[in-house]
């Protein structure tokens, strides 16, 4: 075969690929306040773009220098407001894991999926499938942090996912690729 025949193949080949049915990207949402107030314009939003997932905060966990403790816990709310997969996302400062033992990081395993799941009960919300961590972890707190994730599937029983910055990739020899079943990359302030 000949180079150009080669080139006319590799283009063809290209092209043939490129031209595959367009996949629909589900749209979904975060919801970052404590006060859950789903009012009628964020409902039309909701329903209207066909949503399925609401990422929903329910607690930080931070390490005020006085042990790790939940901050913002959500208020009670209306889950029947949208008809939604409710995704409870629990944010832990990094600091959360400086200096951290092994039996530190099985009690905070243990209270994040005993509140995670107090709360979903408390709303009366539907089966939980999902539980996504966002943690901005470094190169110094990512194992500490990788055990508490592999810990968290193991005693909540359901998906994990986390959150990804932008310097996590870039610097992903140092930072590591977290133990998860999903990673959704955070591009904000841009």
Known sequence: MSTNSKLVFFIALVALVSCQKERKHPIDFYY??????????????????NSQRLYIRFFD?????????PVSKIKPFDCTLLNAEYVPVIFITNRTFNGITGKGIDELTKHINDLTTEIAVANNLPKIGEIQIDCDWTASTRNDYFDFLKKLKAISKKRISCTIRLHQISDKEKTGIPPVEKGYLMCYAT
């Open 32 to 49: 970052w306040k404590s006060n859950v107030s789903f009012d009628a314009v964020e409902q039309h939003y909701f329903n209207g773009l």
């Open 61 to 69: 966990v931070d390490n005020s220098g006085k042990g790790i403790v």
